[in-house]
């Protein structure tokens, strides 16, 4: 076994924050609330005696993360110090694939920390998206994430306000676009 075999590296994000980007072979634990990250190893099957090496965007959750592991009995814990940001800052372009998520209005930095491009923040969820639609109320274009496009209550619209006024006064549904095909 060579050294490389011998570390399992966990990503302690959330599912929304791992679906940007990841280091390469790290674990995603597919939590939706970091509260979950205990459950997720204690049912993991991780060898208690491996060396773990575990990452977060800046450094805070992992701090918590090795005292979670900790009380399940794992002696060799230790966290990329910074997180992904400092290693992006030193490393752009090797390990880490993808974008980061942060929590600002940047939504995502890429490989060389810079505002993403790819992604914007879905205005009914708050989580990163990429989905571009024509909002079903008012014709307005939008981004929003993928699992709220789905969904009836939320579908094509641009904002809270849309969702609610597309629900409740459907036969006013792009009112705005069939004003203009009169106009």
Same mark, same amino acid.
């Given at each position: 076994? !060579?050294? $490389?075999?011998? %570390?399992?590296?966990?990503? &302690?994000? !959330?599912?929304?924050? &791992?679906a940007?980007?990841?280091?390469?072979?790290?674990?995603?634990?597919?939590?939706?609330?970091?509260?979950?990250?205990?459950?997720?190893?204690?049912?993991?099957?991780?060898? #208690?005696?491996? #060396?773990?090496?575990?990452?977060? &965007?800046?450094?805070?959750?992992?701090? #918590?993360?090795?005292?979670?592991?900790?009380?399940?009995?794992?002696?060799n %814990?230790?966290? =990329?110090?910074?997180?992904?940001?400092?290693?992006?800052?030193?490393?752009?372009?090797?390990?880490f694939?993808?974008? *980061?998520?942060?929590?600002?209005?940047?939504?995502?930095?890429?490989?060389?920390? =810079?505002?993403t491009? !790819?992604?914007?923040?879905?205005?009914? /969820?708050?989580?990163?998206?990429?989905?571009?639609?024509? /909002?079903?109320? *008012?014709?307005?274009?939008?981004?929003v994430?993928?699992?709220?496009?789905?969904?009836?209550?939320?579908?094509? &619209?641009?904002?809270?306000? *849309?969702?609610?006024?597309?629900?409740?006064?459907?036969?006013?549904?792009?009112?705005?676009? $069939?004003?203009?095909?009169?106009?």
């Open positions: 076994e !060579n050294e $490389k075999d011998e %570390v399992v590296i966990i990503d &302690t994000r !959330n599912r929304y924050e &791992t940007l980007g990841m280091f390469e072979g790290a674990v995603d634990p597919k939590i939706d609330h970091f509260s979950e990250f205990p459950e997720f190893v204690a049912q993991s099957g991780i060898p #208690k005696d491996k #060396k773990v090496l575990m990452y977060c &965007t800046g450094g805070i959750r992992c701090e #918590k993360a090795i005292l979670d592991m900790g009380r399940l009995g794992y002696k %814990v230790y966290q =990329l110090d910074g997180g992904i940001l400092r290693y992006l800052e030193q490393y752009p372009h090797q390990k694939a993808g974008e *980061c998520f942060v929590f600002d209005n940047r939504v995502a930095v890429d490989q060389n920390l =810079l505002a491009r !790819n992604w914007k923040l879905c205005p009914h /969820c708050g989580q990163p998206g990429q989905e571009e639609i024509s /909002c079903d109320f *008012c014709s307005e274009p939008a981004v994430c993928a699992e709220c496009l789905k969904t009836k209550a939320r579908g094509k &619209t641009c904002s809270h306000d *849309c969702a609610y006024k597309a629900v409740h006064h459907p036969s006013r549904v792009k009112v705005h676009e $069939k004003e203009m095909a009169l106009g």
